[in-house]
């Protein structure tokens, strides 16, 4: 009987709606600061684990550029040369966010531009951010964790 109540339940569930925006992009001598937002456009509280820098090393958060110029060259933000495999992740009230309808959320990471892999030159470049959660183990008493991958947009900036 439970089993079938799941398996009805779980047909209704309406999957979380997020946007997530590159909002600026500011380059500094030798490093760069991005304004990132996330925001809730589906009608259930959504509840978010924050992206962090630390969370390259995980590979569930991921920046790329993309050069103008040459449409084959690709650059991925490797701020640690260690990858760490998880088992999973715990949340608490820490590092989540309950995001509630047309809610959003601001973060700011900033990092050195020799830590794109490869090396990344002067010239005008695309940024794209990516959360990759689907394949995330989640360890939550929360409800409605958000667990999709997600992309932003992309922005132009430059390196001088």
Not at 59 to 78: H, M, P, Q, R
Not at 104 to 113: A, C, Q, R
């Amino acid at each position: 009987m439970f089993l079938l109540l799941y398996y009805f339940v779980s047909c209704f569930v309406i999957k979380p709606e997020l946007e997530i925006n590159i909002n600026s992009i500011v380059v500094k001598n030798d490093s760069t600061i991005v304004e990132i937002i996330i925001e809730n456009k589906g009608k259930e509280n959504i509840c978010l684990y924050k992206p962090s820098l630390d969370d390259i090393c995980y590979g569930i958060f991921k920046v790329f550029a993309y050069s103008i110029n040459d449409t084959t060259a690709k650059y991925e933000l490797l701020p640690s040369t260690t990858t760490i495999d998880l088992d999973s992740i715990y949340l608490n009230k820490e590092n989540t966010i309950i995001l509630l309808q047309d809610e959003s959320f601001k973060t700011v990471i900033k990092f050195s531009n020799n830590k794109y892999s490869p090396f990344i030159k002067s010239g005008i470049y695309k940024m794209a951010i990516e959360l990759n959660y689907k394949d995330v183990v989640f360890d939550s008493c929360f409800m409605n964790v958000f667990n999709e991958n997600i992309k932003t947009n992309l922005m132009l900036f430059k390196i001088e």
